[in-house]
């Protein structure tokens, strides 16, 4: 039996450059070694004609730390927030968010959650 797997969305490797550049990657590997913060945020990209992953990103002590969540998993389970909030977006809206171009669709999201998540990965 032959299964289909789409290919990923030709912008996810520039989402995660941009990413990188702003914040930490973490990988989350156990639901029993999950990080702490006040707030995290999920952007499912799941608005592409082609394979897109869910990121999630939460604040630290210094920063924003992030990472892919795997296939299958829910990101609530790797990261304990007491605050979340999320969107299905493409991934070229979550590029132009990372880059200032756009704001993420505000008719998905908790704004003040954004809001502190941008603070922390756009410092003055």
């Given at each position: 039996?032959?299964?289909?797997?789409?290919?990923?969305?030709?912008?996810v490797?520039?989402?995660?450059?941009?990413l990188d550049v702003r914040a930490t990657r973490r990988p989350l590997i156990s639901p029993y070694l999950r990080p702490s913060s006040h707030?995290?945020?999920?952007?499912?990209?799941?608005v592409s004609d082609a394979a897109a992953p869910t990121w999630v990103m939460w604040l630290e002590t210094v920063g924003v730390a992030w990472s892919r969540v795997p296939t299958g998993v829910d990101e609530r389970a790797l990261v304990d927030a007491s605050?979340?909030?999320?969107?299905?977006?493409?991934p070229a809206e979550v590029l132009s968010w990372l880059e200032s171009r756009a704001a993420l669709p505000?008719?998905?999201v908790e704004?003040?959650?954004?809001?502190l998540v941008e603070?922390?990965?756009?410092?003055?």
């Open positions: 039996m032959d299964l289909y797997l789409p290919a990923e969305d030709p912008l490797p520039d989402v995660e450059a941009a707030v995290a945020l999920w952007l499912c990209a799941c605050r979340w909030t999320g969107a299905h977006v493409d505000d008719d998905q704004i003040s959650v954004v809001e603070q922390a990965l756009r410092p003055s």
